[in-house]
């Protein structure tokens, strides 16, 4: 008897050992591209392999995106002994040959599954084989795993997902897990030590301000995302990112829109996951994905996200508290005209409310920097006056003097 209660006690020591999330990982929001936004179910190796050379050529990679991304309807069928592999057509060359090509290139590659029985798409789910879906993802060389919510009827989210996390945990690849099950179950209040970023919202849309009704569901345009983070910047920090959704910049949006949306999610510390078409970009893409600024701003180490400050006709004022107490500052203006905008520094009291950071303009001179202008615009002795073009943005970078 004595013997039985030491070896269970032993077997749950064990278990809490295993039952955790690889932690060091996605220290800095993750960057990197996914298939979906653009491609849906139309992908194959060409456009993986395409896209990796492109990631490459672009100068994106060397931007700091990393992860090439496939999402959904890769799959082919399970075997006689229940073990996933992708789908022959589309993947001639097959899975593990094609993780070797993306990491040839020196990024890394991420794929795609569904806590339920089946994908969103309606491709095999890993439910009940979470543990050897995970056992594949490592032997192929996976680095990071979407994990989906569709077709999940009686399971509890919190639950799946951990279940997912100590497979991959017990496989001993470290991948990043990405919980994609649309902020339904608020994952920022339970996922924190079970995944490395959870999708906060349903899915973005390729429009700066609609709701797309598909009958059961909506996606929503860019401000409508960005409106519904509200109340969550407190949850989030390093290793553990709030995920508005993939980008569309480079998607048909007009470039003010891109740059506005791009800005955002580096002001949110969102993963900068493009969603577009990388083999066929227009150079303005190109300049807003790779500005090196903004990315600077969204990969800071202190991995803050901004808050908003103030709204006034039209403009939002989104703060960033930044390492070495330098700052960012966004406004957007929301408004489909010109503002104006008077800054008196010496009238403003920024202070982090979550956090409590503070910025101090009384002892304090902060030269700065407007950044999508390449300008330098003094410091805060004097007023900024600054006018913001109409549904865009003006970025500034605020560090010590
Ligand atoms: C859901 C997700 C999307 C995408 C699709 C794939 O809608 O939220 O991001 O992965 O499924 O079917």
Redesign the pocket.
């Given at each position: 008897m004595k013997n039985i209660f030491l070896l269970l006690l032993i077997l749950m020591s064990i278990n809490i050992v295993l039952a955790q999330k690889f932690e060091d990982l996605a220290q800095t929001p993750p960057m990197g591209w996914n298939s979906?936004n653009k491609f849906a179910c139309n992908v194959d190796e060409d456009l993986i392999k395409q896209t990796a050379d492109a990631m490459v050529s672009s100068g994106m990679k060397d931007a700091g995106y990393e992860y090439i991304i496939i999402?959904?309807?890769w799959h082919g069928e399970r075997d006689e002994k229940g073990f996933i592999s992708a789908n022959k057509e589309r993947f001639p060359s097959g899975m593990k040959a094609l993780v070797d090509y993306v990491h040839s290139k020196g990024l890394k590659f991420g794929i795609?599954s569904d806590a339920g029985w089946q994908?969103?798409?309606g491709k095999p789910g890993s439910r009940g084989r979470e543990f050897q879906d995970a056992q594949t993802y490592a032997k192929w060389g996976v680095d990071y795993l979407?994990y989906?919510w569709?077709n999940t009827e009686g399971l509890k989210a919190e639950g799946a997902y951990l279940t997912m996390r100590d497979a991959l945990y017990e496989a001993g690849r470290p991948i990043v897990l990405s919980i994609?099950e649309?902020g339904q179950n608020k994952p920022w209040k339970w996922a924190e030590d079970v995944g490395h970023l959870w999708?906060t919202t349903?899915?973005i849309y390729n429009c700066w301000d609609c709701e797309e009704d598909h009958g059961t569901w909506s996606s929503f345009g860019v401000l409508r995302i960005l409106d519904m983070q509200e109340g969550l910047r407190k949850y989030a920090g390093p290793g553990h990112w709030n995920d508005p959704?993939?980008m569309e910049v480079g998607n048909g949006m007009k470039v003010n829109h891109d740059r506005a949306h791009f800005t955002m999610w580096a002001m949110l510390a969102a993963p900068l996951i493009a969603g577009n078409d990388l083999s066929n970009m227009t150079q303005e893409t190109i300049d807003i994905l790779t500005k090196k600024e903004i990315i600077a701003i969204s990969q800071d180490a202190l991995g803050i996200q901004a808050f908003k400050y103030q709204t006034k006709d039209g403009v939002e004022t989104w703060i960033k508290p930044l390492s070495n107490g330098d700052w960012a500052i966004t406004f957007l203006n929301r408004s489909k005209n010109e503002q104006k905008l008077n800054m008196k520094w010496e009238e403003q009291e920024i202070i982090d409310p979550d956090f409590g950071y503070k910025m101090n303009l009384a002892s304090q001179v902060y030269k700065i920097q407007n950044i999508w202008k390449e300008a330098n615009l003094k410091d805060t002795q004097k007023p900024l006056k600054i006018s913001i073009p109409a549904e865009d943005v003006v970025t500034l970078l605020l560090t010590k003097n």
């Open positions: 979906w999402d959904d309807c795609y994908t969103c798409g979407k989906d569709c994609c649309w999708r349903g899915d959704d993939m």
